[in-house]
């Protein structure tokens, strides 16, 4: 890695100060580090050479805290751990479905460092929580010279590695909405190991109503340049009752709308077959699931 | 630019000062105090081989920033309690649980910290914890019977305690 200075503030607003002004452009620019597992990896391949990194393991601790909303959904401090989100007790009680995906994230070491709001502010294609927060329809709130804001998870991806957020704007928090009876599953299908970077990503909400598909929302990853949502293989879902030719006509559908790309954990062919019968495999666990 | 810093922590009990630049990792400061234990395999967090304890958590040494320890207790491989190997050392030992030894530091680091979690851990545990470790000798039986063997010493222990 290259030197570069390191400043501790003690506030969110001191960090975004001193990314500001004067702290370098593009891939010299000042950088944010809290568990720093990602940005290291970048910094050790010198594609970021930063002049100045901004940590923020000193900043007030009410950024790293974790607490379920009177709706029952979830407000998740942007410096909280992956660990801290795993062994958590209200998001395991109000979205199971993250605490799962934990499991396979990476491994106990990076969890105990890396934090949730550097999983989703550093726009890798192949990670686990974009793809399932945008199915969950969860936000970010943000910070930055110009103010606070509140954003979806699915339009902070604007292209592979590329966010809709400034170089001085920084995730404060993630608020998970309630899932309200929302059936949700996190496929992580690797070609090596359990824990590897995934060949794709496929997450599926269902949300039933009567025995009917009242609203689906599928999530693509991995395999694209951002978590992708399949509109035309959702539209198929809406108002059946997910047999068997519904099922073969929405992995179709999946398969039709979107490119995968093939990388060293598989080819573009074989991603589209994955994806093809994948949705089908995740659509029939989460219907059998009462 | 200021890119060099003191930093003081607990280093296996003692309190050290030393003198880094902004852009080490844990992992070579360990070096230059001759403590190799951990070593820099993967360089990607990947393999385990770096794994220091920090405040009591397991990290990746080649991916933690020595300044980060500025305040922290930091334990290696070094540290012993009495000076004698522990459970799980002397389990590797029994079991074979290597060939070459290069991960060895970090799978026992991590073994210690699945049983401090899980005294009586399942299969599904131990592939949690260990997954992140790789044995590039392929001694991974062995290894899931050193845990094993673990535990069942550290029960005995516990009991001897009482």
Redesign the interface.
């Known amino acids: 890695m290259t030197p570069f200075e390191l400043a501790e503030p003690t506030s969110l607003a001191e960090a975004i100060a001193l990314m500001g002004e004067g702290a370098g452009i593009g891939d010299n620019a000042a950088r944010a580090i809290a568990g720093g597992t990602a940005l290291m990896l970048m910094m050790k391949a010198g594609v970021f050479q930063p002049k100045r990194l901004v940590s923020l393991r000193r900043v007030e601790p009410r950024y790293a805290e974790i607490a379920a909303t009177p709706e029952g959904g979830l407000r998740i401090g942007a410096l909280a751990t992956l660990t801290a989100l795993e062994r958590s007790a209200v998001v395991k009680q109000a979205a199971p479905v993250i605490t799962q995906t934990l499991k396979t994230l990476s491994n106990v070491r990076v969890r105990n460092v890396a934090t949730v709001g550097g999983a989703l502010a550093h726009g890798d294609p192949h990670m686990d929580l974009p793809p399932l927060l945008t199915a969950l329809g969860a936000q970010v709130r943000t910070v930055s010279p110009k103010g606070e804001r509140t954003l979806a998870v699915g339009e902070l991806y604007t292209g592979y590695y590329e966010t809709a957020l400034a170089e001085n704007e920084l995730i404060t928090e993630v608020l998970v909405p309630p899932l309200a009876g929302l059936r949700v599953a996190y496929k992580k299908i690797t070609t090596r190991a359990a824990d590897d970077w995934p060949t794709l990503g496929l997450t599926v909400a269902l949300q039933l109503n009567g025995g009917v598909v009242a609203d689906a929302r599928l999530v693509v990853s991995a395999a694209t340049n951002t978590p992708t949502r399949l509109a035309a293989a959702e539209k198929i879902l809406r108002g059946t009752t997910l047999d068997t030719a519904t099922l073969a006509r929405c992995g179709d559908a999946a398969v039709s709308e979107v490119e995968l790309a093939g990388d060293a954990h598989g080819s573009s062919a074989y991603k589209r077959e994955l994806l093809r019968v994948y949705t089908q495999r995740v659509l029939r666990e989460i219907w059998g699931k009462s | ?3 060099t ?1 003191t930093i003081n922590f607990t280093l296996n009990g003692e309190p050290v000062t030393a003198q880094i ?3 080490q ?1 844990l992992v070579e400061v360990l070096h230059e105090r001759g403590l190799t234990g951990a070593r820099e395999s993967c ?4 393999c ?1 081989c770096c ?1 220091v304890l920090v405040n009591g ?4 040494g080649c ?3 020595a ?2 320890a500025d305040g922290a207790e930091v334990r290696t491989i070094e540290h012993s309690e009495n000076g004698e190997l522990d459970a799980v050392q002397a389990a590797f030992i029994e079991t074979g649980a290597f060939q070459c030894g290069y991960c060895t530091p970090g799978m026992v680091l ?1 073994t210690r ?1 699945l049983l401090d979690a899980h005294a009586e851990p399942s299969e599904d545990e131990i ?3 260990l ?3 790789l044995c590039r000798c392929a001694a991974y039986p062995e290894i899931i019977k050193a845990v094993k063997l673990a535990a069942a010493k550290r029960k005995i222990e516990r009991k001897g305690a009482k």
Do not use: E, P
């Not at chain 2, 360089?43 to 990947?46: D, P, R, V, Y």
């Not at chain 2, 958590?57 to 990746?60: L, N, T």
């Open positions: 630019m200021n890119i810093r630049a902004t852009h990792n360089a990607q967090g990947l385990g794994t958590a397991a990290v990746s991916l933690y920033l300044a980060f991590m910290q592939k949690h914890y997954s992140g470790n």
